[in-house]
């Protein structure tokens, strides 16, 4: 069983800033993977970015990047230059071998201009 | 249209009405899948379809009852539920059953409020 926690309900960062944010997992699985989603006040989940439990390196996909920490069981997402549009719930999401996905329970990010 | 739809997108009930929630998706895919977020769990999965056989329950009251007629549809009937079944119902699509979370397509959602 996986388990996956996000700690902060809600963030706010000014616009151009950095974020972070957290996210712990728990699994038992050998192999397994880590998402980020957005989710805007529209309702779709929005895939952001990917870590597999063997990538050696962190993933980056534009201003975004995953801070892969094995040992603390931590993959924290940061938006880096947080723009207005960046205002929306976060999920992180694990996937190990059993194909049902564990989901945090989000954390609503503010940007202010 | 593109991508998954979903209607309606949102859907007030009683809790003795039977109602039904659609998904449609234009991609081609063979695996669609429904979804349940809700204020005060996390968004978990309840069903999976592959070809248009169930393959996943994931310990889902009866009252929910899913149908998949074919590959681009995917229904979700609704009867006699409770007020804590209100939640968002997210649709998803991947190309197989396989397919990793990342390759899921999902849908924007249906808001169903049970009074």
């Known amino acids: 069983a996986q388990k996956i926690t996000q700690t902060q309900p809600g963030m706010f960062v000014q616009e151009k800033e950095a974020v972070t944010l957290d996210c712990t997992y728990d699994t038992s699985d050998p192999s397994y993977g880590l998402f980020w989603y957005k989710q805007p006040s529209s309702g779709e989940m929005i895939f952001l970015i990917y870590?597999?439990?063997?990538?050696?390196q962190n993933a980056t996909e534009g201003r975004y990047s995953l801070n892969f920490q094995k040992a603390r069981k931590s993959a924290n997402l940061v938006i880096s230059a947080s723009q207005l549009g960046d205002s929306a719930m976060y999920f992180c999401?694990?996937?190990?071998?059993?194909?049902?996905?564990?989901f945090g329970r989000g954390t609503s990010l503010i940007v202010h201009p | 249209e593109t991508g998954v739809t979903q209607t309606p997108r949102h859907l007030v009930m009683g809790m003795t009405n039977k109602k039904s929630l659609k998904c449609e998706q234009h991609l081609g895919h063979n695996a669609m899948y429904w979804y349940k977020q809700s204020a005060k769990k996390p968004l978990e999965l309840m069903f999976v379809y592959s070809l248009e056989e169930r393959v996943e329950n994931n310990s889902v009251p009866s009252r929910f009852s899913p149908e998949c007629p074919n590959s681009s549809h995917l229904f979700l009937h609704l009867h006699t539920l409770q007020p804590e079944d209100s939640a968002l119902y997210l649709c998803?699509?991947?190309?197989?059953?396989?397919?990793?979370?990342?390759?899921?397509?999902f849908g924007p959602g249906t808001r169903l409020t049970v009074t």
């Open positions: 998803a699509s991947s190309q197989d059953r396989g397919a990793t979370l990342y390759e899921q397509y």
């Open positions: 999401a694990g996937l190990g071998g059993s194909y049902i996905p564990t």
């Open positions: 870590q597999g439990s063997y990538d050696q």
